[in-house]
């Protein structure tokens, strides 16, 4: 079971993930306080993010929450999105506002970057 690493553009952080786990899961892993209680189904679109760099597969996402344009420029639902290679990828909308919240609160270092095995 392959596992890459995420790296969040918006904290500098970077964290493991399966091919097997949605990167929302992957996020979570982090315990970060950030993460917004979304439906993790693809359904409420609170979990949107750009992949900046590399390449995942996605199960079906609404296009309430991500459009054509949106999916052309690379957002995705983190819960709807699995990792096919090291990602760069940045939070978006109501995610990001979350992230760089917490990271703020937290006093996360933007340079920092948290490595941890995968589950
Ligand atoms: S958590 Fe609701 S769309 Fe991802």
């Known amino acids: 079971m392959p596992s890459y690493q995420i790296r969040i553009s918006n904290t500098g952080e970077t964290y493991a993930c399966a091919d097997t786990r949605t990167l929302l899961e992957g996020l979570e ?6 993460i917004p209680a979304g439906c993790r189904g693809g359904g409420c679109g609170v979990c949107k993010v750009r992949i900046e760099a590399g390449t995942v597969r996605t199960k079906k996402m609404s296009r309430c929450h991500v459009s054509e344009q949106d999916e052309a420029e690379g957002c995705v639902l983190a819960c709807r999105a699995y990792p096919l290679s090291d990602l760069q990828v940045r939070a978006v909308e109501k ?5 760089e919240r917490a990271g703020a609160r937290d006093g996360a270092d933007p340079l920092r970057s948290a490595h941890r095995p995968a589950p």
Do not use: D, V, Y
């Open 29 to 34: 892993a982090l315990a970060r306080s950030g």
């Open 95 to 99: 995610m990001a506002r979350c992230i």
